[in-house]
């Protein structure tokens, strides 16, 4: 294995060093970004396709939470 870490081509120059380590660091970062965005596009896409694929009839009923609050209430007495 070579200790060749200079990969940027920098030489010498620390100046030039650090600006082109803190570029490759923040297009990494921006990388890391752009799939954390696309992943979550990707997720919402599935969803709305699976929505899609659904039923017209299953978007006219009505909203199961909603039926907890039409129970009567039965008021009990500990024993």
Known sequence: ?????????????TKFRLRADVLMLMLKGAGYAAVFCLVLWFGLMVLYW??????????????????????????????
């Open 1 to 13: 294995m070579s200790d060749h870490q200079d990969y940027l081509g920098t030489g010498s120059d």
């Open 50 to 79: 699976i929505g899609k694929a659904l039923p017209e009839e299953s978007r006219d009923t009505p909203d199961p939470g909603q039926a907890f609050l039409q129970q009567p209430y039965i008021q009990t007495i500990p024993v």
